[in-house]
């Protein structure tokens, strides 16, 4: 079985650009987690589906962050424009379980870069 | 507002046992997780406790207190290959996950 997989696994991108990060969750998965660590600091929250549907946006920091979830499948993050704040690895996770009480299934993470 | 403190390094010497504490203070409580990373990698569960006590699972033990709002990681028989960073992570209220900043885990021969 696949697991979370995520693309790119690094981008480096100027500030202003858009950039679009993509997840695929686990086949069967109905919960779909973004989430995104500045460097040193605590994995922060940015958002949860549960399939198509925005369950929890809450930590979405503005709205130069766009995500999609199409048919309930993979997802996308679209950042635009960026800024230099933005750098971190974003990692994306999948569940089968709301909440992901006893674990969720966490891709290698997107490690992104504004210059 | 919600927040998770563990510490940031913690070095220990391979074949030892080290503790990893964790200490929370969210919106509601619905369990407590264990996430190891190696670096460059993903975040993998490691263990979950959501009532009080000890949960053992091989070299791995995971302790909860709820009426302490604390937790702690308890690693046997440590291996070089266990040098990760752990991270504490809490299900609130709203069934999302917070995490703490992660521990680091320096093992020395």
């Known amino acids: 079985e696949a697991g979370v997989t995520q693309f790119p696994s690094h981008s480096v991108i100027e500030k202003g650009q858009t950039v679009t990060l993509r997840c695929d969750p686990i086949s069967g998965h109905d919960n779909l987690y973004w989430y995104r660590r500045v460097m040193g600091k605590e994995i922060k929250f940015l958002l949860h589906?549960?399939?198509?549907?925005?369950?929890?946006e809450s930590g979405m920091p503005n709205n130069r962050f766009l995500a999609e979830r199409t048919g309930g499948t993979y997802s996308t993050l679209k950042v635009q424009p960026a800024e230099l704040e933005d750098s971190g690895v974003y990692f994306c996770a999948s569940s089968q379980e709301r909440g992901a009480p006893r674990g969720a299934f966490f891709g290698q993470g997107t490690r992104l870069t504004v210059v | 507002g919600q927040s998770l403190e563990q510490p940031s390094e913690v070095t220990a010497v391979e074949g030892a046992i080290v503790q990893i504490n964790c200490t929370y203070q969210?919106?509601?409580?619905?369990?407590l997780s264990w996430y190891q990373q190696h670096d460059g990698g993903a975040p993998t569960f490691l263990s979950y406790?959501?009532l009080d006590g000890l949960e053992e699972t091989g070299r791995f033990s995971s302790f909860l207190s709820r009426s302490d709002s604390y937790g702690y990681l308890l690693l046997q028989e440590l291996q070089m290959k266990d040098s990760a960073s752990y991270f504490c992570?809490?299900?609130?209220?709203?069934?999302?996950?917070?995490w703490g900043a992660g521990t680091k885990l320096i093992i020395k021969p």
């Open positions: 589906f549960v399939k198509e549907s925005k369950q929890d």
């Open positions: 406790n959501g």
């Open positions: 969210t919106s509601g409580f619905y369990g």
């Open positions: 992570a809490v299900r609130d209220s709203n069934y999302q996950l917070i």
